[in-house]
Each structure stands twice: as C-alpha cells, then as structure tokens.
C-alpha cells in the first residue's frame, strides 16, 4: 500500500499516513456493515422465536432493512435538549463507538490475519472496551434527564461489577497458555473440539460460562439491559438522543455483539486453528473464525429472546455473591489441577476428550427436548370450535 | 449454603429449559397472517396468500363465532322489529308495511321455524326501510340473539374503509323493493278497505232489513 502510494510520488510520511487512513476507512465500513447486518440477522432471528416474521419487505427476505434504517436515521433532525451539557452529550456515542471499534487493532480474524498481535492483546481488549461505560455515563450526564441519568448510573455501576468476575475467569487461558497476546492464545488451541480451551479442564469450562455471563452483562444485552430498560427508564441513556447518535449508539451495541462473539472464539472455542496440512490457506481460516463467531453470535440472540431481565439487586447478586466467589476457585483449581497433571499430558487429553463426551451428551439431551416442545407446540392453536351461546 | 447451590442448579435448569422452548419456536409454524394479501375471511384463501405461497401457521381464519358486520337476509325477515328493540345503541332502524301473508321456507323448502314458539314463521309484514349503521354498531350480537328467524346474523367480514362516514350505513332495502312494498301494500289497504266498505255497508242493508 505505501510503496503504491509512493510511486504516486508521495514522500515516506505521508505515504505512511495516508496508507493507515485508508485502512482505518476500510475496517471501519466493514465494522459498520457488520453491525447493520446484525440488526437484521438479530431482527429475524428473534421474530422467528417468536412465531413472527420480523422485517420481511426491504430488499429479499429483509436484508436490506439495515440500510433503510440507517438512512431514516441520518436524515432526521439531531435534537440537542435545552440544559445539557452540549460538548459531552455530542461526543459521547463517539466514545461508546471507539470502545468497540480499538478492539479491531487486536482482533484475531484468522490465525495470522491480525492488524497487530499486541503482546498485551487481551489486556488491551478487555481495557478499551471499558471505553464503552464511559461514553455511556457521558450520555446520561450530560441529557439532563432522569431516565437516562439512572441508565447511565445502572450502567456504569453494571460494567464495574461485571469487570471484575470477566478478568478473572480470563486469568485461566492466561495460566494455561502463559500469553497475553492474541495470536499466541488462539496458536495454542487445536482445530479439534478437544484441543479448544474450553475443554482442557472442568474449570476452563467454568471460566467460559462466567466469561460469557460476564460479557453479556458488559454488552447490555438483555439479561442485563438495565441501562435501557424499556419497560422501566424509557430508552435509558439514550432517551435524549435522535439521529445519527442514536444510530452511532445502536451500531456500537450491535457491533459489540461481534466483537465479544470474536473473543469468545478466540479465546475460548479455538479461533480460526486449522488442520495442519491446510496451514497457510488464511482465507480458509477467517472462513472458520467468522463461522464459529456466528455461531457464538446466535447464541448471544438466543439468550437474549429467551431470559428476561434481572431486578438490580439480582445483577449485583449475581456478579458479587456467584460469579466472583466461582471465579476464583476456576482460577485456584486449575492452577492445582496444572500442578497436578504436569507432565502426564495423556490425562489431561483424556480429560479434555471426556469433557467434549460430556458437552455431546447434553446436546443429545438438549435436542430430545428440543423435538418435545417443538410437537407440542405445532398442535394448531383454534382447530378447536369453540362455542358461545 | 445448600439453598446458594439449589439456586445455581435451578438457574441452570431454567435456562436449559427455556432455550429448548425458543430454539423449538425457531422451527415451529409462523403465526404471521401477511393481512392485506390473503383474504382471512375464508378459510381456503388464507391458505394461499396472492404469490400462491402456502401459509403454514396454526391459525385458520376467522373463528366460527367472530362477530364481524351484520348481514340481513330478507327473504327469512319478517320485520317484526326485535332486532331494533334489542339494539342497545339503536343502529338499527326499520319501517314495514303490510304485505301477502307468507309461509317462510328456505331454499330447499324446509319451513324455517321462529326459535321462541318452534312453530312456522309468517310473514305478514315486509320492511320498506332496513338501515344497520355499522359505524354506531358496536358488534354486541344481541340482535342476532333477539331474531327469531335467524335472518339477521354476523358475517366474518370486518373491513368496511370509506371516505363518507354515511357509506357506513348498511342499507338492506333498495328503493325499488321499497317502492313496490308500499304498492303492494297500498293495494293490500284499498282491498281491505274496499271489503271493510262493502261489509259494513252489507251491514248496513241486514240493518235496514231488520228494522
């Protein structure tokens, strides 16, 4: 790209600038395609488990519903409440945005498609996307309105708590892979099941659930959509907002849900590892990775169609009084449990192959209970006559 | 303590269950009627919306007891006016004259039976003027109750736009039905009077007579 630039007779420095602008440009639209995309795919998704539609009419089966909305959203009038504090309530979403955009500088896409593999990759992930409470904080301060001051304050106290429980349970692949970078926590995972982190041992898998606990709450999604809490506070911290920054808010909660799918991934499910005679085919490994993060991203849609929210005293139970206190024994235990088993790595590949039997097993299970309340529910609803006389 | 781990298991248990529940909704039949484009009146069209696709949910039209807007039959009324009395808001308006005494039977030539007596209805009287003002209705069905002949009933239809709020008033007798029952029934008073002159004035001679 620079030695392009250059033959355009560009000198070294702004060759260097004008290449990493035209990067920046590039991840960005990617980022903003993917966060539309995800309102859709969210959109549909949930009208399916619902017995509903969802958008159905913008383009084939709907897929172009995102662009429709974004559009209606430019061109509205950007309102900015009389009293309020008119510097931070502009530049708050744009926090919320860059808290999950810098978490494309580290990003796995595939085992060596990464923008810069930081040797402090996952600290840095997990420290930008602090941005986000922040920027969220900003906004309800700055509204000058009750509902989105108690968002922003649910919000802020929500993320503190939830941080804590995320960066511990995070602490076991760290113990495990010894690495703080990206590519190296994904380069220490296979491609099969067994290899993956979550199931070295009975106490990655703990980690996982509280990680992905965790990052739920982080995310504000709806187990945990207090800030936004329709039914309660209005919109939340974005009640004041219209426009372009409410779109820049929605684009960030939607693309955030990318992101976490692809630290999930990445940490946890193997990132985009391939079998060793297709090493090399990077494509092929961004294929694998973006597959995996959808999967984990269905998951996400899946939770938040079917739990609902949580009181505030519930959430902080939750973070305090459970995820904590498990946590630190996932922490504990497998620090022993890496004691216990050094140097006998057939055990710990046993284990690891009886805990992946095990995850099948529940799948089985799950599906057996899948079939059950599909048939009852296809039993037609009015097939009965009912009579009034 | 052990109530902290019946609460771990029970919340995984629950989310266990309820992500079954929603997964299995995933694959179960789409309730969505896309409205304007199937008729959900019928039965058999709403099985096919107007791209010829087949709709595949639980629902299946209108339910046997919708009440949706009136409907008259004329031909079983026998304009004694209940239906008038039983309406609460009084959207029902009927004139009637007197006409050729009838015998009501269906199609078939079943005699249609008043529900009250179970005895055969008979029309003696016909309406001129049988207005329902579906904008006034409020869809209560007592009229429906008070009719002893069936005539008056709740269609499934329900979609009745206009621009001129008097379109909404339903009118059964046309004008020419109107005019011919006030013939006949003009006819109808002539003779009777003509009778109720010749017989009084029969009367009058087997007074005369007798005097």
């Known amino acids: ?24 440009i590039v991840v960005l639209l990617i980022f903003v395609t993917i966060g539309g995309v995800l309102t859709v ?44 504090d008119r510097f931070l309530f502009r530049i708050a979403p744009y926090f919320c945005l860059l808290g999950v955009f810098g978490t494309m500088v580290v990003f796995p896409w595939g085992t060596d498609v990464i923008v810069a593999d930081l040797n402090i990759g996952l600290f840095y992930f997990i420290s930008i996307t602090s941005l986000v409470v922040i920027g969220v904080l900003m906004a309800g301060w700055s509204s000058n309105n009750k509902w989105a001051l108690l968002g922003g304050m649910r919000s802020a106290a929500q993320i503190v708590s939830y941080e804590i429980p995320v960066g511990m349970s995070l602490l076991v692949p760290i113990l495990i892979t010894g690495t703080l970078s990206m590519g190296g926590i994904v380069a220490s995972q296979g491609w099969l099941p067994w290899d993956w982190m979550i199931f070295q041992s009975p106490f990655t898998l703990m980690s996982f659930v509280i990680f992905f606990i965790g990052s739920l709450a982080e995310a504000n ?55 060793g005679i297709l090493e090399g085919w990077s494509w092929l490994s961004v294929l694998v990775f973006l597959g995996k993060v959808s999967l984990v991203i269905f998951v996400l849609i899946w939770l938040r169609w079917t739990l609902p929210r949580f009181r505030i005293d519930q959430l902080m139970d939750l973070s305090w009084k459970y995820l904590l206190p498990a946590a630190l024994i996932a ?31 529940m799948m089985v299970k799950f599906f057996i209970r899948v079939k059950v309340n599909l048939f009852e529910m296809n039993t037609p609803v009015n097939s009965r006559a009912t009579d009034v006389s | ?14 989310i266990f269950e309820g992500m079954s ?7 179960s039949r789409t309730e969505t009627v896309q409205y304007p484009e199937v008729d959900i009146t019928s039965n058999e069209s709403i099985r096919k919306d107007c791209k010829g696709k087949t709709y595949k949910g639980t629902l299946m039209g209108m339910p046997d007891n919708y009440r949706g807007i009136l409907n008259v039959d004329l031909s079983k009324c ?32 079943n005699p249609i039976n008043n529900r009250f ?64 029952a006030e013939k006949k029934a003009n006819e109808l008073e002539a003779e009777a009077a003509a009778k109720k002159a010749a017989k009084a004035a029969k009367e009058e001679t087997s007074k005369d007579e007798g005097a």
């Not at chain 2, 303590?1 to 629950?14: D, L, P, R």
């Not at chain 2, 529940?21 to 694959?27: C, D, E, L, N």
Request: charge should be neutral; glycine fraction near 8%.
């Open chain 2, 21 to 27: 529940i929603t997964f299995a909704a995933m694959f």
């Open chain 1, 331 to 361: 922490f504990f235990g497998q620090a022993l449990y890496m004691i216990a088993t050094n140097g006998y790595p057939l055990l710990q590949s046993i284990i690891a192959g009886v805990m992946f039997l095990l995850f099948l097993f």
């Open chain 2, 78 to 109: 026998t304009a004694c006016g209940l239906c008038m009395k039983a309406c609460p808001i009084e959207c029902i308006i009927i004139n009637s004259v007197k006409c050729d005494k009838d015998k009501l039977a269906d199609a078939d030539g």
């Open chain 1, 221 to 275: 999604r709806t187990p945990f959509d207090l800030p936004e809490a329709e039914s309660e506070l209005v919109s939340g911290y974005c009640t004041e907002y219209t426009g372009f920054r409410y779109a820049v808010f929605f684009l960030s909660e939607w693309a955030n849900l990318f992101v976490l799918g692809g630290l999930t991934t990445a940490v946890y499910l193997g990132g985009g590892n391939l079998p």
């Open chain 1, 41 to 84: 795919v969210e959109r549909r998704i949930s009208g399916f488990m619902q017995s509903r539609l969802g958008p159905n009419r913008v383009g084939p089966q709907g897929s172009l519903q995102w662009l429709a909305d974004g559009i209606k959203l430019i061109f509205k009038e950007d309102l900015i409440p009389t009293g309020s």
């Open chain 2, 117 to 180: 007596t179970q005895k055969g209805a008979i029309k003696t009287r016909t309406s001129t003027r049988f207005d329902i003002n579906a904008g006034k209705c409020m869809y209560c069905g007592l009229c429906v109750m008070a009719c002893p002949t069936e005539a008056i009933v709740h269609t499934k239809r329900f979609e009745m736009n206009t621009e001129n709020l008097n379109d909404l008033v339903l009118r059964f007798v046309s004008d020419e039905q109107k005019e011919k």
């Open chain 2, 1 to 14: 303590m052990s109530a902290y781990f019946e609460n771990i298991t029970n919340g995984f248990k629950s």
């Open chain 1, 1 to 24: 790209m620079e030695k392009i630039l250059m033959s355009l007779g560009l000198d070294l420095i702004s060759a260097k600038v004008l290449a990493m602008i035209i990067v920046c």
